[in-house]
Structures are given as structure tokens and as C-alpha cells.
């Protein structure tokens, strides 16, 4: 692992093809939020309302962009971890923290597993949906629990490459209306979209693993300010390849199904439809195609969850132990960090087996919908002026600090996080009432 002195920044002054090489962390931020469901939801966008929403994809990445660069930069300016920062803002963030990652992994590891498992049972149909998702959450615990951070993050370029091809491509095969794409750039709500807006907007790429991004900077080597312009390179590339990929899904949409006049399906299943209708259109080979990058999309995400969520919770017992700041038991293959892998691995499993507890769902919604206005505000308290009774390594310099392009941002990164969790929280509910 490299040292603050070492030069993973040098090469950005020796001439274009090396800043590559600095491109890390930021893509696996954005392929790990870049799950199956932000496809669905820009696939169906552009299905409902054609290119009319297309600013709002746009507008998603550029709000990532914010927060991650936010988490990135309070990590680098001051040494420490973003549960560091949280837990200076007092008690109440620890006991929102504990139940979220512990309720919000155990749902989550059932509905990753599975929704990997489902590109491969429509490949080989003689499968089951149920023990597929099993295998694919074995294989992804060995590849994060033997492999070191360099190993997993080669493996998640490589997906984010299968991704990029198999996605662009259905964009590029549905031959998009280059004037129409120009007039969706536009800021209009079309009836009925309020809802499908906040999706996209606040789905682009990213829910609690926008904020492991600060542990994948630690694990790389990039922990002083010394990198802050390499981590801006790295986490504008990420989310321009983001931004890429939900505009390639909606183009789809719009081209496929929007100008057909073909209702999209809800959940992953719209994928596995969307490789039908490649299947019919173009030939078999592209609807299998297809199906490989929606693979990659959801494999991608497993893997980043049980990589960087697990940094956190690690990180979340090393300061209720009080023990020093990157201790090995934090760190990747520390025992925190593969407890809870194994958290993620085997106790969702028996809600693959199980029909998944009412109340656990209603849990996982309401926690999980929390998160993301808690992240903004958050980030907006952390990264200005000082607060009075702040604990020392809490204070982010000065020259660190917010300015006022980035406080209207995570403003309305908030305003937007508030309303969606308001709404997914009625929708969890609404089933149950």
C-alpha cells in the first residue's frame, strides 16, 4: 500500500494516459451503485415519458458527484473516517447506525444475491432462481474475503468494462434521435412524473456506498490532502461513466419501448424483458449480451457492498472499541470487516428460503429511505465552519471547507433526499396500513 508520499499523484503531470491509472476508487463507488434497479428505473422513464426526463438522469449523477466528492474530501482533509465524523456530531448518529447497517444488510444481502442470480437463470432456465443467488453470494464472499483491495478493485473494472459494452451497446443499437436527446436536456415535468423524477434523481448510482467511498480512498493509499486532486479526477471520471450508463438505459427505453408503445415490466425483471425484446429485434445473441452486462451491473454491486460496507461496520466497532483509526481489525480481511461479510452472506440467505417478516421489510424501508437525507445533512454540517464543542479532528481546515457551490448542491441534495424518503417511506408502508 502506498504512503501520503508515494506518487499515485505524480503521474497526473506526465501527460494524459497515466491519469488512468489514478482511476480507482471513484469507479468503484459508481459501479457499486450502479445496481440493477437504477437501470429499471431509468429503462422505465424513458418508457413512460420517452426523452422527457433525461435532464434528470443527468441532474442524478451531478448530485453523486457532490456527495461523494464531499465524503471523499472530509476524509482526505482531516485523516479520519466518516464515522468519525458522524459520531463528533454526537450520540444520536451511532444509534441511528447500529440498527441500519445490521437491519439494512440482511434485506439487502437477499436482494442483491438474487437479483445477480437472475441473468444467469434466464441464460440457463433448468436453474434455480433460489440456489443461484446462494452461489452467487458464496462466490462473491470468497472473492472480497481472500482477495486484497487492488485484487477487488481489478475485478470491479473489469465488470465495469462488460457493463460499459453491454449497455452502451443496447443504446447504441436502438439508434437514439440525436434531436430528441437535445430537447430532453430541458428541465420539464411531464404529468404524472414527480415521482418517476425523484427515482432517478435520487437513484443514480448510489445509497449507503456513496459514503464507503472515503474507506476505498484509505484502502488505496490516498489519505492526505496531498491527493485531493487525484480523488476529484477519480470520482468526476466514476460518475461520468455513471451518468453514461442511466443514458444509455433511457435512450433504450425510449427507443424501444416508449416509441413501440411496450409497457416496461417493474423490478429486475425488466431487464430479463428488455433482453427479450433485443432477443426479437436485433437476434438472440444480443438479448444474451444484454443479460451478461445486467450481470455485471448486479454482481458489481454485491461485491462493492460486501467490500465497502463492510470497511464501515468495521470501522463502526473499531470506535465503539476505541481503538486507533485504520487498526488492522478495520481493514480490509480484518476480523470486523469479515464478520460482517459473513453478516452479509449467511443470514440473508434464509430469506431466500423464507418468505421475507413484515416487519423487517417495513424496517429495511424506513432506515433505509433515512439514509441518504442523513448523509447530506450530515456532509453540510461536517464540511463547514467549525461548531461549537466540535471535537478537534472533527474541524475540516479551512481551505477544505464547503463554498457556497457546494452548500447549494448538498442543499438540495437534502430538499431531494427528504422528499424521496418521504414517499418511500409511504410506500413501505402503504401495503401494511
Known amino acids: 500500500m502506498s504512503s501520503p508520499g508515494d506518487a499515485p499523484a505524480q503521474p497526473l503531470t506526465t501527460g494524459a494516459a497515466p491519469r488512468w491509472r489514478v482511476i480507482g476508487p471513484g469507479l468503484v463507488v459508481a459501479a457499486t451503485g450502479v445496481g440493477a434497479a437504477d437501470l429499471v428505473a431509468t429503462l422505465v422513464a ?43 456530531l454526537g450520540r444520536w448518529t451511532t444509534w441511528y447506525f447500529a440498527p441500519y447497517i445490521v437491519i439494512w444488510g440482511l434485506v439487502y444481502g437477499a436482494t442483491a ?49 462488460i457493463m460499459f459494452v453491454c449497455v452502451v451497446g443496447a443504446a447504441v443499437l436502438a439508434t437514439p434521435n440525436l434531436g430528441e436527446i437535445v430537447l430532453g436536456l430541458r428541465p420539464v415535468f411531464p404529468d404524472d412524473s414527480v415521482v418517476n423524477v425523484l427515482a432517478i434523481a435520487g437513484g443514480v448510482g448510489g445509497t449507503i456506498t456513496l459514503a464507503a467511498y472515503g474507506y476505498w480512498l484509505r484502502e488505496k493509499g490516498w489519505s492526505t490532502p496531498v491527493f485531493m486532486r487525484v480523488m476529484r479526477i477519480d470520482n468526476g471520471v466514476a460518475y461520468a461513466v455513471t451518468g ?9 427505453g425510449a427507443e424501444l419501448y ?66 486507533p483509526s485504520g487498526h488492522p481489525d478495520t481493514r480490509t480481511g480484518g476480523r470486523y470487516f469479515r464478520a460482517y461479510l459473513l453478516w452479509l452472506t449467511f443470514p440473508p440467505m434464509l430469506l431466500l428460503l423464507l418468505d421475507e417478516p413484515v416487519g423487517l421489510i417495513l424496517a429495511y424501508g424506513t432506515l433505509g429511505a433515512l439514509f441518504m437525507p442523513f448523509l447530506a445533512i450530515t456532509l453540510l454540517v461536517l464540511l463547514n465552519k467549525r461548531r461549537p464543542g466540535a471535537l478537534p479532528h472533527s474541524d475540516v481546515p479551512e481551505e477544505w471547507r464547503n463554498g457556497w457551490l457546494s452548500n447549494g448542491f448538498m442543499a438540495l441534495c437534502a430538499v431531494l433526499f427528504v422528499a424521496l424518503a418521504v414517499n418511500e417511506i409511504r410506500e413501505t408502508l402503504a401495503p401494511y396500513l
Open 46 to 88: 424513458g418508457a413512460k415519458f420517452g426523452y422527457t426526463l433525461l435532464w434528470v438522469a443527468v441532474l442524478g449523477a451531478v448530485i453523486k458527484v457532490v456527495l461523494v466528492e464531499g465524503a471523499g474530501r472530509y476524509s482526505l482533509a482531516t485523516g479520519r473516517t466518516i464515522f468519525e465524523g458522524w459520531r463528533s
Open 113 to 161: 444475491m438474487s437479483s445477480s442470480a437472475l441473468p444467469i437463470v434466464a441464460l440457463f432456465p433448468d436453474l434455480s432462481l433460489r440456489w443461484t443467488a446462494v452461489v452467487t453470494g458464496l462466490v462473491g464472499l470468497a472473492l472480497v474475503w481472500v482477495g486484497t483491495y487492488a485484487a477487488f478493485e481489478k475485478v470491479m473494472a473489469a465488470l465495469v468494462g
Open 244 to 252: 453514461i450508463f442511466v443514458v444509455s438505459m433511457l435512450i433504450v
Open 258 to 323: 416508449y416509441s413501440a408503445g411496450i409497457a416496461a415490466e417493474t423490478g429486475d425483471q425488466a431487464l430479463v424483458q428488455l433482453s427479450d425484446v433485443l432477443d426479437d429485434r436485433y437476434g438472440e445473441v444480443f438479448g444474451t449480451v444484454f443479460l451478461v452486462g445486467f450481470f455485471a451491473s448486479s454482481f458489481s454491486s454485491l461485491i462493492g457492498v460486501w467490500s465497502g460496507v463492510s470497511l464501515m461496520f468495521a470501522d463502526y466497532v473499531g470506535n465503539l472499541r476505541d481503538l
